[in-house]
């Protein structure tokens, strides 16, 4: 069994993430969903939001993202 690490993600992992998620999210063929994720969480007004991964050994496993959204 593999032990699991968290840390805060870094825009290094956003390839990693990227390809986690259209995986897990069916959205395999969507080209556009590259531009909408950092629309969201990297450009988004009010600043990047904070983003974790869980990772096995090098391979990043699992992700989770907070919205830094104002209402």
Do not use: Q, Y
């Not at 950092?38 to 989770?64: E, L, Q, T, Y």
């Amino acid at each position: 069994m593999s032990d699991l690490t968290t840390r805060r993600a870094t825009l290094d992992d956003l390839p990693a993430i990227l390809e986690l998620l259209r995986a897990s999210m069916g959205r395999a063929d969507d080209d556009r969903f590259e531009r909408l994720f950092r629309w969201k969480h990297v450009d988004n007004a009010f600043g990047p939001s904070a983003m974790w991964v869980a990772c096995d050994g090098a391979a990043i496993v699992g992700f989770r993202v907070f919205m830094r959204w104002e209402f």
